[in-house]
């Protein structure tokens, strides 16, 4: 059974910055492709970025330039650098490892206040 555990949220001003933290547990981290998403209010869940087992990354261009993802593979941890947050971005990011099923975290919340 796997768990994902997101923390690093937070309130912060425009222009600031915050690490998101995604901690797995289980043994097919190394293999699995793990995601970011986020949830605005009355808003449907959109991907914000996804790291391959390879260490490939993708990101959506709302946030490509200002958001990094990555990955420790020996502590199980998938992070989110998000720089020069925007307004925009305040949302609930939740930790995704793809898989059948895919496993989802509980959500952490970001607030980016104007």
């Known amino acids: 059974q796997v768990q994902l555990a997101e923390s690093g949220g937070g309130l912060v001003q425009t222009g600031g910055s915050l690490r998101l933290a995604c901690a797995a547990s289980?043994?097919?981290?190394?293999?699995?492709?793990m995601a970011w998403y986020r949830q605005a209010p009355a808003k449907q869940r959109e991907l914000v970025a996804t790291i391959y087992s390879g260490g490939a990354t993708a990101y959506a261009i709302s946030v490509k330039g200002r958001f990094a993802i990555s990955r420790d593979d020996a502590k199980k941890t998938v992070y989110l650098q998000m720089n020069s947050l925007k307004p925009e971005d305040t949302a609930i990011y939740y930790c995704?490892?793809?898989?059948?099923?895919?496993?989802w975290g509980q959500g952490t919340q970001v607030t980016v206040s104007s």
């Open positions: 289980g043994s097919i981290f190394s293999i699995s492709t």
């Open positions: 995704q490892m793809r898989g059948v099923p895919d496993y």
